[in-house]
């Protein structure tokens, strides 16, 4: 008999509300969640088995059309979790892997083979654990792969499986996943990094820099940052038009960057910003992702709009005149990946007065996340779940972040769907902040659309986390 047979071992499983107090009870509470993707209803009142009874997978396709991969959990007591991973375009050369087919089809990009691996060496191995102990399915996920990077079952197929669990523990418990992950106690509202100009790998490289953000200092809640990100994007859309530079959207929703150098992207945000009616820097002010590795390598860096080459400390020095000029409370990836000394410099330069974020250079990793701090690099860890293959090993980066005095932003990928589990991380994890791409395209509006339905759903309890470092005036 398997011990997925043994009725004793269904009932030691028992999986009933975590906290009698948390959540309404009200059904409609996981049916309004994400962990109610699937066409099954949530099980019925009462002690429910969170053991894994069945898992699936799927090749869906993401927002660039590409294949990705989708699992479903389905557990003991009924319960059914769903979840979508995404795919990154500039990424760190640390990431864990994702596994493509190569060959003909898509550009070698499908993920036939990770989707098979779900369903046979990683569904074997997971049907009876506890989809609500996280930890150990995440490490028998780990153990069975084998390999450092992920490489042999794909950080693709690992992390579907792990984020379907998760969903699929929430809906058993009959709570959003949200509340599942963090309690009742997790009100913090993140507040949202939006991109307006899309650049580097998202837009052809037609701008160096990646993404050009806004963030909402002093808006009081979630939806009040969101409507003046909405005015703030809009009226970028109009000064563009106006301009005859209107050329659609880059991959993340921003607008397609056509400007004569980095800069002018920068006076046209804040042109924007001013033309909404909002004052640059006091309610709306900016963050930027410069993606560096992606256009320099060994301490050169290659500005092909501007037509220049900079080393490591022309680059401070470009940035800290930016800092100066405009109103830019982040900064993420100033500098390459592997320009760690140059990161510790301009964190000397510029930590005081700014977040500065490593994502390309720290990969949602714990342990580099520890090295960073140790050098005094950065100051914010970037933590996208996919960099990492499981939700434990994210969720040790920002435990890593926290301990050693990191702000934490959990990040969506360039290539996205539907799925919002981002959004839950951020407010169960109370990470303090969100960046999910632009304010355009159903894949980045369903993110931003699930975290108002959470402030809603917090009522009073929600707060707007404040976290970023006002600058002196
Ligand atoms: C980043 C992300 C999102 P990608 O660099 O932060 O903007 O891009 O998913 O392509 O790595
Ligand atoms: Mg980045």
Known sequence: MSSSDDPRAIAASSCGPRDSRSGTGD?????????????????????????????????????????????????????????????????GSREAHELRDGGAPFGGLDVLQAVAH?????????????????????????????????????????????????????????????EYLGGAAATLMPLPQIQIFGGGA??????????????????????????????????????????????GVADEGGWWPDFVS????????????????YAPGEQVAIALDIAASDFGREGRYTLGLDAKVLDSDGM????????????????????????ADAFVRFTRAAGDRLQIVGD?????????????????????????????????????????????????????????????TIVHLAVGWGTGQLKVGSFARGERMAKWNEALRIEERLGPRATLARPLPRRPR
């Open 360 to 420: 390309d250079f720290l990969v949602s990793d714990a342990a580099l996340v520890a090295d960073a701090a140790a050098l005094g690099a950065g100051n914010a860890v970037l933590l996208k779940p996919n960099q990492r293959g499981t939700l434990s090993e994210t969720r040790a980066a920002w435990d890593a972040a926290q301990a050693h005095g990191y702000a934490g932003i959990v990040s969506a990928r360039s290539g996205e769907t539907e799925d919002t």
């Open 118 to 178: 779900v369903e046979t060496e990683i569904a074997r191995a997971v049907v009876g654990l506890r989809a609500d102990d996280q930890v150990a399915l995440d490490q028998r996920l780990i153990e069975l792969d084998g390999t450092p990077t992920k490489s042999r079952l794909g950080a693709n197929a690992t992390l579907a499986v792990s984020m379907a669990a998760a969903h699929a523990a929430a809906a058993a418990r009959r709570v959003p996943l949200h």
């Open 316 to 339: 401070i020095e470009l940035l800290l005149g930016w800092i100066d000029a405009y109103p830019i409370v982040s900064i993420e990836d100033p500098l390459g990946e592997d320009d």
């Open 27 to 91: 059904p409609g509470d996981a049916a309004s969640s994400s962990s109610d993707h699937g066409d099954r209803a949530a099980p019925s009142a009462g002690a429910v088995d969170c053991r894994i009874r069945a898992v699936r997978a799927r090749r869906v396709w993401d927002s660039r059309g590409r294949p990705t991969v989708e699992a479903e959990i389905e557990l003991a007591g009924g319960a059914v979790g769903r979840a979508i991973v995404p795919a990154g375009a500039s990424k």
């Open 202 to 247: 998202h837009a052809g490289r037609r701008v160096d820099i990646q993404d050009f953000m806004v963030v909402c200092p002093a808006a009081r809640t979630f939806a009040e940052a969101l409507e003046w990100t909405a005015e703030v994007y809009r009226h970028a859309g109009l000064v563009m038009q106006a301009r005859g530079a209107s050329l």
């Open 262 to 277: 980095n800069e002018e992207a920068l006076t046209t945000l804040v042109e924007a910003i001013e033309r909404a009616g």
